[in-house]
């Protein structure tokens, strides 16, 4: 008569353990799989680019205007929520509760939306990054996994949604601390300690997954710095934040207010014909990278990984190209990140700086300017630091990466609020509409439950809206 009653309690102990932990550790994993393969699938997307573009040089003023008018309609028609990096719609999630914009920013669809027109776009040359949208991938996979709780709560969802998002960086940059570091100050601003060592476990099960597919490795190998560090290098730690900040803010700045730069006419073709007004940023895409020599076609990764290595040679004019196609990979409202195409144009950066102090180490630089324009464009330097250090192997260099990126922050600042947080902030649902949407709701596969892309979107039929530069009217 006693065994059945302890059968029955390790029973009832192994189902509260897999309630509390084995849900996140399953879900981490699939993370971890999921996520490194966008990331060869990505990889192969730049590759056929790349052997396209070198065959013929002239193909991409008519393939990359082709396919950014497909992506914009394909995200527009089907698969609106998964426009831009998917970091704002995580931080929106958990702001304003799982319950509201769960089902419809982090839903199974959008998932497999984000992977195909991102690789889409990436075939056709587009300047944007996969790590920003592994979090919104994580974030979902770990979302829907909500269903093996027979009652899943409020807490139990915004966990899920955490550690998911939190485990899809981890497991793209392979930068498990830079994982927890994003989470508590990117994601949330905060840290709930019920809920620290699950997360910090399922941040570590996703890094292993990736680790052990792709070996370990460093993001972006391994520079050497010495022991001997440069006189110079505290004026240029202060050089290198001011420039980063500045450039940083500005193009936070550009992406935030697109009515106040935008010529009247661009503003009405976004609004009124998105898929033209797509073409004509594929196009520009396109002029700008064959003008560069194919330098500013994809994320970067190659040009910042051969700068770091001396094996790349670029033009002064790089970060500048660079960040205008960053912008023109933006405004069309198609998926795809900012978080590698900030480290190549940090490094171009670094490399124009080099000039200035040819005297110090060109990866010291580099490293500088890179954790300098992803601070700047984040506001999350703790978290940008530890991503940079965590992706070149440089504990050497910590106390100068922290310091470049608490000033460029701040420079940043000056020019626009956090990125993330302003552009979440589109996704949230007015307080004055909220009880009129209590009262009549939607269905959450509505395309007009979403908040728009753009500032002047909302209120389209008014002139006032399109002069406005408030994130969100």
Not at 27 to 38: D, H, K, Q, R, S
């Amino acid at each position: 008569m006693v065994l059945p009653f302890r059968s029955s309690g390790v029973a009832q102990r192994a189902r509260r353990l897999w309630r509390r932990y084995g849900v996140f550790w399953l879900g981490a994993i699939v993370v971890g799989l999921v996520a490194v393969f966008y990331a060869k699938l990505i990889d192969w997307g730049y590759d056929e680019f790349r052997t396209m573009q070198h065959r013929h040089a002239w193909l991409p003023l008519i393939a990359t205007p082709a396919i950014a008018a497909a992506c914009v309609w394909l995200t527009r028609r089907f698969f609106r929520g998964a426009e831009g990096s998917g970091i704002p719609q995580v931080i929106a999630t958990l702001h304003e509760g799982t319950a509201t914009l769960g089902p419809r920013t982090l839903t199974l669809r959008l998932l497999a939306g984000k992977i195909l027109v991102s690789l889409l776009a990436i075939l056709g040359g587009f300047t944007i990054g996969r790590e920003g949208p592994t979090v919104q991938v994580g974030a979902a996979l770990m979302y829907n996994l909500r269903r093996f709780y027979p009652r899943s709560t409020a807490l139990i969802e915004r966990q899920l949604v955490l550690a998911g998002a939190a485990a899809g960086l981890s497991a793209a940059f392979n930068t498990p601390l830079a994982g927890i570091v994003f989470a508590i100050e990117e994601l949330t601003r905060s840290f709930e300690a019920r809920a620290s060592g699950v997360l910090i476990t399922a941040i570590i099960v996703a890094g292993v997954i990736a680790l052990g597919l792709n070996g370990n490795y460093t993001y972006f190998g391994t520079i050497q710095i010495g022991s001997h560090f440069p006189n110079l290098l505290a004026a240029a730690v202060v050089l290198t934040g001011l420039v980063t900040g500045v450039a940083g803010g500005i193009f936070g700045w550009l992406l935030l207010h697109t009515s106040r730069w935008l010529p009247a006419p661009l503003v009405q073709m976004h609004r009124e014909r998105p898929v033209v007004f797509g073409a004509l940023c594929g196009f520009a895409i396109a002029v700008i990278g064959v003008l560069s020599g194919g330098t500013t076609f994809g994320s970067g990764y190659a040009e910042a990984r051969g700068l770091l290595d001396g094996h790349e040679q670029l033009s002064m004019l790089y970060p500048f190209l660079k960040m205008a196609s960053m912008v023109g990979s933006y405004l069309p409202g198609i998926p795809g990140g900012i978080f590698a195409p900030s480290l190549s144009i940090g490094a171009g950066f670094g490399n124009l700086l080099h000039t200035v102090f040819s005297s110090m180490q060109l990866p010291m630089l580099i490293a500088l300017a890179m954790v300098g324009y992803l601070a700047a464009v984040t506001q999350s330097p703790i978290t940008s630091f530890v991503i940079v250090m965590e992706m070149i192997n440089g504990h050497a260099l910590v106390i100068s990466l922290m310091a470049t990126a608490l000033i460029s922050s701040r420079v940043a600042r000056m020019f626009a609020p956090p990125l993330y947080e302003a552009l979440s902030e589109r996704y949230m649902t007015p307080r004055a509409t909220q009880a009129a949407a209590a009262a009549e709701p939607e269905s959450p596969e509505s395309p007009k439950t979403l908040e728009p892309l753009f500032e002047d979107e909302k209120n389209g039929e008014s002139e006032d809206a399109a002069q406005t530069d408030a994130p969100r009217p």
